[in-house]
């Protein structure tokens, strides 16, 4: 019955990513908690970098110095 | 004052039943715990069909198995 | 699949309620998108009036105004 | 160690709006609880107005209402 | 009609402090993007310090370090 | 800068289990998506037996039932 949200960047996930990240999570609930896999859910957004903001920048922003 | 938010699978949910989600939820909220419709929201999310995982698997992966 | 979150001010929700409220939610994703009981979740959070704020007031503000 | 998630209609929030929006809750959050701003995350939702119900309506029929 | 969801450590936020958030919360989302602040909701989440991991910590084995 | 979120039932999540979820979890996007732990949070919520629905049914119930 786990529910996992994961908010990364839309910075190009792949679906095998995605499903790397699924799998990944959904084993570790069952080795940590005993979880079932058959009711746990995984779901990923990807949030535009201009959407999200750390320490006052947006990372639309961030990207930008960076690449400079 | 309730905050309702439905996360659901992108398969071309109408606007249609959109409207009748937003109507039914906010109707048992009120005749439930008689909370105000005028302050009542309903957010949906529709999720895209690889960024959910259930059971180790891609939601899309599970739609192309069950259609072949 | 759908994952259902209802947040409301924690102002005693019953037991009985919170039945109703999930049975209503999961009935109406059923008859509206043909979801599954099965793999609905619906989570109630409830939260402390001094923790959600509507209108520039904190609602436990507000209910001491309408109790005067 | 903020994370604050802002959910508004999908209305046409500049960049520029978005990143006032980043900064004075980063701010708030710096002067009113001293948190560090390189640890505090602000992600921006940007909801469709036929996904979000307010009273019994979508927004987008809302809208449409106000516009007539 | 935004939604805003403030997710904090659980070390002592204050009702005053709560009050300035909304407020200040509120007040942002309606000079920036004239928001109607009667249906403005702010809910604070404060999140226990066992409950929060940041750079594979959690936060309350952090704090156990930075007091030692 | 991967924000996550994990949903379980309140049923006595240690706090060893907890670091193991953390660290697992920081893990997992640090391999696959080469995310910065230290701008990695993860949050988990315990959500109550009677808050929490499947299949109609409240877990608080489920529970009772496979105890029986």
New interface residues.
Partial sequence: ?????????DEG?T?Q?????????????SD??N?E???????????GL????????????LRQKTNQ
Same sequence: chains 1, 2, 3, 4, 5, 6.
């Fill in positions: 019955m786990p529910y996992v949200n994961i908010k990364v960047t996930v679906m990513q995605k499903q790397q990240l699924v799998t990944g999570v959904t084993q570790l609930l940590i908690l979880k896999p058959k009711t746990t859910f995984v779901v990923i957004d990807e949030i201009d959407n999200w903001g750390i320490g006052h920048d947006l990372v639309s922003d």
